[in-house]
């Protein structure tokens, strides 16, 4: 199976890089010099809270597709108050709501994507957006084929335009592209959609030991972290 | 000036690889072991002839938005039968389509690119489609932030909206975004949506001696080729 792979492409929120310990740094780095002293972990946690729920207006139609950044940042302006942050000047939302472009990969990663690059065509798809996606590449060290995902798709996942729109970008048909994800949810989606799966466990995700370390759907691939999962491919 | 442009965008044919001698070196790879003597640069020529009127008929609104690779193949499927070639097989016309994937840059493009990508975010802003441009830049070892152009605007250049959102892909204004090209038209379309503009010559475009040495509209900056134009950014 692995030498009709062509490309592999992946989810970045919890797969490649760790949100929740770099937005709780990124808010404290921006809130705390303004004395403010949160849960800052709390705060990120209630900020990927809304994420969902936000996307949900886009995938239902009820919202023209809108960037990530202009729903986190919609999501920021709901939860500040509800935190007890008083208005901020437009500068200080701006930089903050940037945290998402801020965020570190998980230790193995680039090293682990420069392996696969050596086999495969890599993009991420992601519901990020490409300014977010390019920034989190230069932060990381990261050289992708291509940024694919929600903007070239102009809707999120897991609604199936936003895989099959990064396979078509690639030239390939379904079965020739691997989904890469930490989560049970996106592999199952991009598998209905006749892509292959290749699970990772990211067990520290939502907080030490929360988050997924088996997936819970039929994979074609299940590593312990992207380095075991290079490992398996061949690379 | 300078510190104000934060990405350079890049047309591609022409200007970063040399379509021409690799158009005519591919088909005759391609057309020669099945007995066919052409005019290798002249098919290239109607090749390339055939593009901006294909395209035009995406841009008009006569036909939907049609990646690249699916004109040139109408435009392949138009051409053969006048440099009397008889009916090929699927795969080998697939093959020859392709050629467009495995264009040469022109000399100084890779290296100058690694300097512009210690300043500036880089990202092609061509008609090519994603695929094509992913291809060209893993043949020619260039390291995009992103593929930007008529895939993502989902239109022709010199409309509008392919200048406007390859910056707001980036989440830039225009006046943050240079466009670079060979060719004067390009430039003037982008200028006209308040991007800045880099033109680099590019003297043997269409065959030797055959292609825009200076810029015939203003532009912020000229060069003789991109290592010329790095050097003037500072690069």
Redesign the interface.
């Known amino acids: 199976m692995e030498t009709m792979v062509k490309a592999l492409i992946f989810d970045v929120f919890g797969t490649l890089v760790d949100w929740r310990s770099s937005i709780a740094r990124e808010s404290r780095l921006v809130l705390e010099p303004l004395g403010y002293k949160l849960d800052w972990d709390a705060f990120a946690d209630a900020w990927r809270g809304r994420y969902q729920p936000t996307m949900e207006e886009v995938r239902s139609g009820r919202i023209p597709f809108s960037k990530l950044?202009t729903l986190h940042r919609i999501n920021l302006d709901y939860i500040l108050p509800r935190h007890d942050v008083k208005p901020l000047p437009e500068e200080t939302l701006r930089h903050l709501n940037n945290a998402w472009h801020r965020l570190d990969a998980w230790p193995e990663v680039p090293e682990a994507l420069r392996r696969l690059r050596k086999k495969f065509?890599l993009a991420p798809c992601s519901n990020g957006?490409?300014?977010l996606?390019?920034d989190l590449?230069?932060r990381n060290d990261i050289?992708?084929?291509?940024?694919?995902g929600s903007?070239?798709a102009r809707d999120y996942k897991p609604k199936p335009i936003v895989y099959l729109a990064s396979c078509d970008?690639?030239?390939?048909t379904p079965g020739e592209v691997m989904m890469v994800a930490a989560h049970s949810s996106d592999l199952a989606a991009a598998a209905e959609q006749g892509l292959k799966t290749g699970f990772i466990g990211r067990p520290n995700e939502h907080g030490p030991g929360k988050g997924e370390t088996k997936p819970a759907t039929k994979v074609d691939y299940a590593g312990s972290d992207l380095a075991d999962l290079a490992t398996q491919l061949s690379c």
């Open positions: 950044d065509l957006n490409i300014a996606m390019a590449a230069r050289w992708w084929d291509a940024i694919l903007d070239v970008a690639f030239n390939l």
